[in-house]
């Protein structure tokens, strides 16, 4: 994907393939910045009926340049799902390269969506908040799909006891495959296992939620974009991570009003005070972190090893130090209140 | 051997003639965000370089005498007597990086065991003590991190 001199003369082709009976001439190929852990590109077409449109080709770097590892079939799974069901704002999946041997890498083609991403939109606003309701209503969106009805490659968890117990034995797993100790990883672990939130329905999360995955569209509005970590998670997931990236990448459009914020999200989805609140979000943020966390950490190890050469690696070595910074923090503010939620709702759950 | 300039300030000097002298000649997007995370990159690598065998050498000290604390309270705990273990048996009179690295992780390992010893136990004056260890731990990564922001997210 990055030889732009072949590429489109190869995109061509794999286009043909797809749409049959038709060809069409790729007038432009260029790669784009953004994506931090896929090989993205951009490429204008003109079909043979004269139509013409922008497509987004999003595909596997090299083996060993990759920060993060996610599994392309089932993201595409995913979103071909989810453009079928047409419920929730995004670019509409429309072809894939299943086994590189057309664009070179596995690789999914999206519909261009023509706008900023969230994040521009936010760092040239006076008023951040404007874009606030469409940001959650967009996640409301996303966590009302109807899981029965998703791709069958998505894992589904036997209990939320279960999903979490996993989620939490994340922790100790990944450090336990690091190249060094990690005791910050280890406590909080520990702690995620001895302060459990009252749990709800499990749900599809995107499991990237932040501004920079989300584009404006000039008539469609917000866009969600980047899926390779969805899952069937807790809700709360999405909103802490939500909460981690945007404090470590402002502007936060949750963190001015976190109450307003969460008002919003329960007004979308029927939920109630009990169980999303501050307490368990800030609890999710942790639980969220991991993953995403673990990717960086583990390529930090795989290059101590001398498996993996790439710059992002590095760069990120400093997001490690923003997530134990916030991971602390957590542990130390959150014990309390999420002791008075689990009485909370013990005791409802008592009267009901 | 040549120690002045010292390595961080050849780090550091290298950094400038990369956002002064080749960052404005580059054209391409793209490769102006590697440009600048390498300007990030390179500012890390100069306050290691300046401070880790310092930083490493004290809080394992740290860290070994909380460990042996909790061992003497919790005796019969065999994940945290193999780590201190695995500490003695370690490089530690070494001040090369990979020696105090390895030593390092080692009384990592060993904070590891006792902090979860403390908490599974509930002790709370233990585990508190862990917690500012921790935070002291991560004190550390931040002044490396300096400022950062993700390059090239927008």
Partial sequence: MK????????????????????????????????????????????WDDGTVETLVLRGDPPAGESMLDTDRDMEWEVLQGLTQLGTVPMPAARYYDATGEHLGTKCIVLDCTPGPSLQSALEAADDILVHRNALIDGLAAVHAVPIDELASCLPRP??????????????????????????????????????????????????????????????????????????????????????????????????????????????????????????????????????????????????????????????????????????????????????????????????? | MNTRPSTDQIILDCRRELLEVILPDVASDHVRVSVQMLENVLRNVATRAAHEIAWMHDETAALEAYARDVAAAFPGDDALASALQALDDGPRQSLHLEDVTETYSRAGEALSCALEAAVRAGHEPLSQRAVALLCARNERELEIKGEWTMVGRT
């Fill in chain 1, 158 to 352: 036997a209990s939320w006891d279960a999903y979490l117990d996993e989620r939490i034995a994340l922790w100790a797993q990944t450090e336990g495959m690091l190249a060094e100790s990690n005791p910050i990883m280890r406590y909080v672990g520990a702690w995620l296992d001895a302060h459990r939130p009252p749990p709800m329905d499990l749900v599809l999360c995107h499991g990237d939620f932040q501004s920079p995955n989300a584009l404006i569209h000039p008539e469609a509005g917000l866009q969600l974009i980047d899926w390779e970590y969805a899952h069937i998670g807790d809700p709360r997931e999405d909103l802490g991570w939500y909460l981690v990236v945007s404090e470590a990448t402002p502007p936060s459009m949750y963190s001015p009003d976190p109450g307003a914020f969460l008002a919003r999200y329960r007004e979308r989805t029927g939920s109630d005070e009990v169980h999303v609140n501050e307490a368990t979000i800030g609890y999710f943020s942790m639980v969220a972190m991991v993953k995403i966390f673990a990717g960086i950490i583990l390529g930090a190890s795989a290059m101590a090893r001398g498996t993996n050469a790439s710059l992002l690696t590095t760069f990120n070595l400093n997001a490690i130090a923003i997530g134990h910074m916030n991971c602390l923090g957590a542990c130390g503010a959150l014990a309390e209140p999420l002791a008075a939620l689990r009485e909370m709702a013990q005791s409802l759950e008592v009267q009901r």
């Fill in chain 1, 3 to 46: 030889d732009v001199a072949s590429m489109g003369e190869r995109l061509g082709h794999f286009l043909a393939t797809r749409e049959e009976g038709r060809t069409a001439i790729v007038e432009r190929y260029a790669p784009m910045t953004g994506g931090y852990s896929r090989l993205m590109a951009k490429a204008d077409i003109r």
